[in-house]
């Protein structure tokens, strides 16, 4: 997909594009000259049909309205964007996502995008976000469709259009239309792209069933990954795991005929490095539950429990096309959770990597303890300066923030606080839930130094109370997933199924300078 942004002033009547996006505040449909320009093109009919339609602007109204030949583009789509005050910039992803998505089914190749009159110096992130939005709008999930229902995406050239069209531009459409935006531009174009593909790459990941996507899957294309883009990579597998001490991780993998994979990557910036992250992603490829065993419906969309490890793998893909002054060292120990009959059993206790010994009370809360290893690694093999870890780690946190949200956990503020910022700006929920110590006391063993789970209350604080036992002293967040690792229905800049939720944050967290 190209994305242009003509720097001198288009004539909107004579562009030749299959389709054409003019989208609007709330309220500020007769203020719009390109409305203005295309209604007097077509004798009037744009403004009698927004008026038919009753259109205004609204955050989820749109129409589409055939030319007929009258103008150079064969369709108008006309969208609403809810009111300016409400507006953040990573709404020009949504918006521009739900303008693809209206223009897709009708075979489009080109399509003109009008956004609303934004500040000249947004030039870079809206090529970020317009690629982005354009980008992730188009991702199908198709590989195992046939026939008639394979309908691949033809969408091929996006042309930005300035608010302002013709020549009298104002102060605004001027600047933004000038070369120097133009180049920045094309700067965010690249970046939005190479965020696009690690979220596309994160969806693939997840989206894929655990049939295909085992342990020994995940870690062929951890090395596929290493290879294309000249990065480290050191995959250890059941012995070498075994020798290391990391216990709690093998359990989990013991119930099942697949064989884990504990996958390091790093990426080393040519300088001198800023700080030393470690991003953990829970990559349970499949989670039945084990002898705790899932219901069906709990077990249905369980495939979907390795979304953290494909959220750090998706960022890793997207940083080092991007480029980045940390040194970023990407962890996932993969396994399944099956109740096969070398399972591990309610009752067992275990000695993970750091020594502290664990109480087993439910095998399906699995994904602590193959966390707890991977944080125990990191702590004394990384020595990392921030620990950030995205896990669909439980359900309550479903339950407590809906389906929407990512429940974000840590012992230091600061931490805490870049990683919800970046969120912000990239456009991905997330809410910090408190670690208070005295709930810790459901975690009391009799017999080992922690029990592995706490009771329903609270549980997605209880399990991260767990995981701090394992970090020390070094900054951490945790970042559970467990609700929009998926999504059940279509929004903005994704369809039904894996959202590659994460990876946009996490990037953002890693390129913002503070
Ligand atoms: N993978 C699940 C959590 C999950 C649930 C993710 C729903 C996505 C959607 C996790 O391993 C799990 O089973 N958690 C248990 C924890 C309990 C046993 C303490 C849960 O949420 O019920
Ligand atoms: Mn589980
Ligand atoms: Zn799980």
Same mark, same amino acid.
């Given at each position: 997909m190209q994305f242009t942004f003509p720097t001198d002033a288009q004539e909107l009547a004579t562009l030749r594009v299959d389709a054409c996006a003019l989208i609007l505040f709330e309220g500020e449909q007769s203020d719009s000259p390109v409305l203005r320009a295309l209604d007097h093109a077509l004798s009037n009919v744009l403004s009698s049909v927004l008026e038919e339609e009753q259109f205004t602007g609204k955050k989820n109204q749109s129409f589409t309205l055939h030319t007929h030949g009258k103008v150079g583009t064969s369709r108008v789509l006309v969208l609403g964007a809810g009111k300016r005050k409400d507006f953040q910039l990573n709404d020009v992803r949504f918006l521009t996502a739900r303008a693809v998505r209206m223009a897709n089914p009708t075979r489009v190749r080109s399509? %003109?995008?009008?956004?609303? $009159? @934004?500040?000249?110096?947004?030039?870079?992130? #809206?090529?970020?976000?317009?690629?982005?939005?354009?980008?992730?709008? !188009?991702?199908?999930?198709?590989?195992?469709?046939? %026939? *008639?229902?394979?309908?691949?995406? &033809? &969408?091929?050239?996006?042309?930005? &259009?300035?608010? #302002?069209?013709?020549? #009298?531009?104002?102060a605004a459409s001027a600047s933004l239309a000038s070369a120097s935006h133009s180049e920045a531009f094309q700067r965010g174009v690249t970046r939005g792209r190479a965020v696009a593909q690690?979220?596309?790459?994160?969806?693939?990941? #997840?989206?894929?069933?655990?049939?295909?996507?085992?342990?020994?899957? @995940?870690?062929?294309?951890?090395?596929?990954? $290493?290879? *294309?883009?000249?990065? /480290?990579? !050191?995959?250890?597998?059941?012995? /070498?795991?075994? *020798?290391?001490?990391?216990?709690?991780?093998?359990?989990v993998a013991q119930g099942s005929s697949e064989e884990p994979r504990f996958i390091h990557l790093t990426y080393r910036p040519k300088e001198t490095p800023r700080r030393r992250v470690v991003l953990i992603g829970k990559s349970v490829t499949f989670d039945s539950g084990g002898l705790s065993i899932k219901t069906v419906e709990g077990m249905l969309d369980m495939k979907m429990d390795m979304g953290g490890g494909g959220a750090v793998l998706g960022a890793m893909s997207a940083l080092s096309q991007i480029g980045c002054v940390d040194e970023v060292h990407v962890l996932c120990a993969a396994t399944e959770n099956m109740p096969g009959g070398a399972a591990y059993k309610l009752g067992d206790v275990l000695r993970g990597l750091n020594g502290k010994t664990v109480e087993i009370n439910n095998t399906d809360a699995e994904g602590r303890l193959t966390l707890a290893d991977a944080l125990s690694y990191a702590v004394d093999r990384i020595k990392p300066d921030v620990i950030l870890d995205f896990a669909t780690l439980t359900g309550a946190c479903e339950v407590a923030l809906g389906s929407h949200t990512a429940g974000l956990m840590s012992t230091n503020q600061d931490a805490a606080n870049a990683l919800l910022g970046a969120a912000r700006a990239a456009g991905e929920d997330m809410w910090q839930l408190p670690l208070p110590e005295r709930l810790g006391e459901v975690l009391k063993s009799d017999i080992a130094d922690i029990k592995q789970c706490g009771d329903r209350k609270g549980g997605c604080i209880t399990a991260a109370l767990f995981l701090k036992e394992f970090v020390g002293d070094t900054p951490w967040v945790h970042v559970d997933m467990a609700g929009p690792v998926k999504a059940t229905q279509e929004w903005g800049h994704h369809g039904k199924g894996a959202t590659g939720f994460g990876v946009a944050s996490i990037v953002e967290f890693l390129l913002s300078r503070s």
């Open positions: 399509m %003109g995008i009008v956004l609303p $009159a @934004l500040d000249s110096d947004a030039a870079e992130r #809206v090529g970020q976000f317009v690629s982005e939005g354009a980008l992730l709008a !188009s991702y199908q999930f198709d590989k195992y469709l046939t %026939g *008639e229902r394979k309908k691949p995406v &033809l &969408l091929q050239d996006v042309l930005l &259009l300035p608010a #302002v069209p013709g020549a #009298v531009p104002t690690g979220v596309a790459l994160a969806r693939d990941l #997840v989206n894929e069933g655990a049939n295909q996507m085992t342990p020994r899957h @995940l870690a062929t294309l951890a090395d596929q990954l $290493a290879r *294309e883009r000249g990065l /480290e990579l !050191s995959v250890l597998g059941p012995q /070498e795991c075994r *020798e290391l001490g990391m216990n709690l991780f093998l359990a």
